[in-house]
């Protein structure tokens, strides 16, 4: 069973342009959570989905940062107009329904120049 | 809401040795709390978690907790560490009745020394 999918693990944005990060969840799991890691920090939670809907995004900044977890495919983290203080590790975790458990995918590595 | 404090930033600690690692929460509900470990460059991996029943949790790699409700407190314990134990350990909480999310605390590098 593969674990959780992320990609790219490396991804390098000019200030301006758009950044586009995956999440691919465990088989079977319909839950997905976004967490982002700066420097010397911990994890903090962005949002929450479950197919086709945003059970809680309060953890998001409230501009250029959007989620989606569609019906078929991968969910997507998108920042709009990067700046540098968006430097840093995406990481995304599932669970399964009904469970506490979050497994966490490798990360993605995000470093606006 | 929650809060995380993990008051050791660094731990060092040689090899073989026992170590402890700290973890305080704060939290007006009820709460389930867990350890992570994270590799460099890597993602992080559940070491144990506490949901329920026993307060002795025990986890992968020879780790284990302890939940204390009266100190609010969650440490983390090896009796003897080994050089592949080097990494940074987070602890976490969630919200029992409602949300799903992880709080983390700063996390704690332990290094182990040969």
């Known amino acids: 069973n593969a674990g959780v999918m992320q990609n790219p693990r490396h991804l390098v944005r000019r200030r301006g342009q758009e950044a586009r990060l995956r999440c691919s969840p465990m088989?079977?799991?319909?839950?997905v959570y976004w967490y982002r890691q700066l420097p010397e920090e911990g994890l903090k939670f962005m949002v929450y989905?479950?197919?086709?809907?945003?059970?809680?995004e309060s953890g998001m900044p409230k501009e250029r940062f959007s989620a989606e977890f569609p019906k078929e495919g991968p969910s997507i983290l998108r920042i709009q107009q990067v700046v540098r203080g968006d430097s840093a590790a995406y990481f995304c975790?599932?669970?399964?329904?009904?469970?506490?458990?979050?497994?966490f995918g490798p990360g993605t590595r995000l470093t606006v120049t | 809401a929650q809060s995380v404090t993990q008051l050791d930033s660094q731990v060092p600690v040689f090899e073989e040795a026992p170590v402890e690692l700290r973890c305080n929460y704060s939290?007006?509900?009820?709460?389930?709390l867990f350890w992570y470990v994270q590799y460099p460059n890597q993602g992080l991996q559940l070491l144990l978690k506490?949901?329920?029943?026993?307060?002795l949790v025990k986890g992968i790699n020879g780790f284990e907790a302890e939940f204390n409700k009266s100190q609010t407190s969650f440490h983390l314990r090896k009796p003897s560490v080994h050089i592949s134990d080097t990494a940074e350990y987070f602890c976490?909480?969630?919200?029992?009745?409602?949300?799903?999310?992880?709080?983390f605390g700063s996390g704690t590098q332990l290094t182990v020394l040969p």
């Open positions: 975790a599932s669970s399964p329904f009904g469970s506490y458990e979050q497994y």
């Open positions: 088989k079977g799991h319909s839950h």
């Open positions: 989905l479950q197919k086709e809907n945003i059970i809680d």
């Open positions: 939290s007006s509900v009820s709460v389930y």
């Open positions: 506490y949901l329920s029943g026993s307060t």
């Open positions: 976490a909480v969630s919200d029992r009745d409602s949300a799903r999310q992880l709080t």
